[in-house]
């Protein structure tokens, strides 16, 4: 019986790498990669929104997160870099290779969905 059970559970954790989709992952990843979700900035369509409305110097400013489906794959993973420019907004995420080319797999079939949706 504990051969068995042994087995069972040698099988489950085997099996667990890949419970998981690759999109899945990526999903989960994008509204939630360490403790804030890229949708709070960049929207669940990747499209960016606008972050704050102010005035400076009498004249009305905007700061808007990026439109992530417009960024090249060399740009999106500059972006999510710990490299990048520190002046940046963006909060340093700490990701993976690995995390990062799942979040531009995501990225880009929002992407493809917002071409085929506009057809």
Not at 66 to 89: P, Q
């Amino acid at each position: 019986m504990k051969i068995i059970l042994l087995l069972f559970l040698i099988n489950m954790i085997l099996m667990s790498e890949s419970f998981l989709t690759k999109k899945e992952y990526a999903k989960m990843l994008y509204h939630n990669p360490r403790g804030i979700g890229c949708d709070k900035c960049h929207n669940d369509d990747a499209t960016g929104k606008v972050l704050i409305n102010y005035i400076h110097k009498a004249k009305n400013k905007t700061i808007k997160a990026l439109d992530l489906t417009k960024s090249t794959k060399k740009e999106f993973i500059k972006i999510l870099s710990r490299r990048r420019d520190k002046k940046s907004i963006m909060p340093e995420y700490f990701l993976t290779k690995e995390e990062i080319e799942a979040l531009y797999f995501y990225v880009n079939s929002l992407k493809k969905r917002q071409k085929i949706k506009n057809k």
